[in-house]
């Protein structure tokens, strides 16, 4: 199998997967604060494993969505020096971007799995009879496919960058 169509099997497969995990983990979300809310107002309680749940499932959103706009490219991003820079120097400046936000990316991976591990070890309160390491998963599991997004970014980049200037030298030399 070549290897691009393989790279494009598995990216199909982490966006369904991401995508499908977002809006379950949103429903669910949703679903839950309301019942929150109707069980404080007609019935002066609720559930008492709700709200710390209810922190998680914002948590796994906030970062699955971070997933989403990397890969989407529609990430936060302030670049000032690309926006004033002269229309050449700004594929060169996209890819250091790149370069930079994969290796800020993977310290972060690495970060979060040093937590992780750490949170195991030490452990935290359970909810739901689930450690709390277990919840904090998202942590390295989003950093490195943010991680895998940037990389292939610049990848891309490098790409494009080295048909530029293929293109551009054998034009000047005809």
């Known amino acids: 199998?070549?290897?691009?169509?393989?790279?494009?099997?598995?990216?199909?497969?982490?966006?369904?997967?991401?995508?499908?995990?977002?809006?379950?983990?949103?429903?669910t979300l949703i679903l839950l604060a309301c019942l929150q809310i109707g069980l404080?107002?007609?019935?002066?309680?609720?559930?008492?494993?709700a709200d710390p749940l209810l922190r998680y499932l914002v948590l796994w959103c906030g970062m699955l969505g971070a997933v989403v706009a990397t890969r989407e490219k529609k990430h936060i991003a302030i670049d000032v020096v690309g926006y004033l820079a002269p229309e050449q120097l700004k594929p060169w400046i996209g890819l250091l971007l790149d370069i930079f936000s994969s290796l800020?990316?993977?310290?972060?991976?690495?970060?979060?799995?040093?937590?992780?591990?750490?949170?195991?070890?030490?452990?935290?309160?359970?909810?739901?009879?689930?450690?709390?390491?277990?919840w904090y998963l998202i942590f390295p599991m989003a950093f490195g496919l943010i991680t895998m997004h940037f990389f292939l970014a610049t990848a891309a980049e490098i790409r494009l960058l080295g048909s530029r200037l293929r293109k551009h030298t054998s034009g000047s030399i005809q």
């Open 1 to 27: 199998m070549d290897p691009r169509q393989l790279a494009r099997q598995v990216l199909s497969v982490e966006k369904r997967l991401t995508d499908g995990l977002l809006c379950l983990l949103l429903i």
């Open 40 to 49: 404080r107002t007609w019935f002066s309680g609720g559930l008492l494993w």
């Open 104 to 134: 800020v990316a993977a310290v972060l991976t690495w970060a979060a799995i040093t937590f992780v591990h750490n949170e195991r070890l030490f452990g935290g309160s359970l909810l739901l009879n689930i450690p709390s390491w277990i």
